[in-house]
């Protein structure tokens, strides 16, 4: 995979956490104000692990074509934390 192939896959990821976040914000307006604030508690964890990895894609779309392989490492690190945050976020919201 070449970074340019590499930077839509990471896109593509990023827009599918977007609607999860958003799904996810969806029901925590529905929920009652006892829950509430732990649902946004969550989001607002979710959204700075968006910010991480999209930082992370920023940078790898600035970097040169030799040192992306080494921004890739770091861009994977943030993509497994936000997936593994969503994960835990789901499992709260149930």
Known sequence: MDKKEY???MEKRLHDMDVEIGRMN???DAAGAD???GY???IRYL???RQALKAK???LRSSGTDAWQDIKLGTEQAWNDLS???KSAWS???
Request: glycine share 0%.
């Open 35 to 37: 829950v509430r604030a």
């Open 7 to 9: 930077e839509q896959k």
């Open 47 to 49: 959204r700075e692990r």
């Open 57 to 59: 894609l920023n940078e």
């Open 26 to 28: 969806a029901k925590a």
């Open 40 to 42: 946004q508690k969550e």
């Open 92 to 94: 709260k919201f149930r």
């Open 84 to 86: 593994r945050a969503v």
